[in-house]
T-cell receptor
Framework: ETGVTQTPRHLVMGMTNKKSLKCEQHLGHNAMYWYKQSAKKPLELMFVYSLEERVENNSVPSRFSPECPNSSHLFLHLHTLQPEDSALYLC????????????FGPGTRLTVT | AQKITQTQPGMFVQEKEAVTLDCTYDTSDQSYGLFWYKQPSSGEMIFLIYQGSYDEQNATEGRYSLNFQKARKSANLVISASQLGDSAMYFCATNQGGKLIFGQGTELSVKP
């Protein structure tokens, strides 16, 4: 596979469930990102990992927990979410920081019921 | 304060015509970059074009060109010879404070 992949593509979960989103990049990049895209709103940066270290946590509630075990993989662990967390969650990667173009995955569309 | 402004929520263009999508930005940085992304209904954000603040020439990539007017702080995207497959959301972004800041987006519809 090439580029940035995300699984699952669609997820429906209850407020008491625990689930994880997975992102994998095959581009040899050293930075990875999680974004949230709600309807009618700009993309919101959630987390940034550079060389597997978290360098940005953009005031995200603790019910979202990222994990970056290596430079190719990024996870977003979800627990006790709220209905307002329903959104498209996009993963991206880049070579270097935000000065360089980011390449995005197809996203996971999350619905919290 | 909003850093990126896209004033056109929706645009229509006839197939094969050119279209300009507006973007203005606000920054006090001397060095910055401007990006345009396309998001089809499938959801994936596709990188289109990049302009650095010190680049004297406007960036071009195939049918995409960036009309960069630094004094006016605008970075409009021009799509020439529109195709039906160009119908999508288009986002302008800039890198500030180590982050990419995105605008609200413009929904482009190409009419046959």
């Amino acid at each position: 596979e090439t580029g940035v992949t995300q699984t699952p593509r669609h997820l429906v979960m209850g407020m008491t469930n625990k689930k994880s989103l997975k992102c994998e990049q095959h581009l040899g990049h050293n930075a990875m990102y999680w974004y949230k895209q709600s309807a009618k709103k700009p993309l919101e940066l959630m987390f940034v990992y550079s060389l597997e270290e978290r360098v940005e946590n953009n005031s995200v509630p603790s019910r979202f927990s990222p994990e970056c075990p290596n430079s190719s993989h990024l996870f977003l662990h979800l627990h006790t979410l709220q209905p307002e967390d329903s959104a498209l969650y996009l993963c991206a990667s880049s070579q270097g920081g935000s000065a360089y173009e980011q390449y995005f995955g197809p996203g996971t569309r999350l619905t919290v019921t | 304060a909003q850093k990126i402004t896209q004033t056109q929520p929706g645009m229509f263009v006839q197939e094969k015509e050119a279209v300009t999508l507006d973007c203005t930005y606000d920054t006090s940085d001397q060095s910055y970059g401007l990006f345009w992304y396309k998001q089809p209904s499938s959801g994936e954000m596709i990188f289109l074009i990049y302009q650095g603040s010190y680049d004297e020439q406007n960036a071009t990539e195939g049918r995409y060109s960036l009309n960069f007017q630094k004094a006016r702080k605008s970075a409009n995207l021009v799509i020439s010879a529109s195709q039906l497959g160009d119908s999508a959301m288009y986002f302008c972004a800039t890198n500030q404070g180590g982050k990419l800041i995105f605008g609200q987006g413009t929904e482009l519809s190409v009419k046959p």
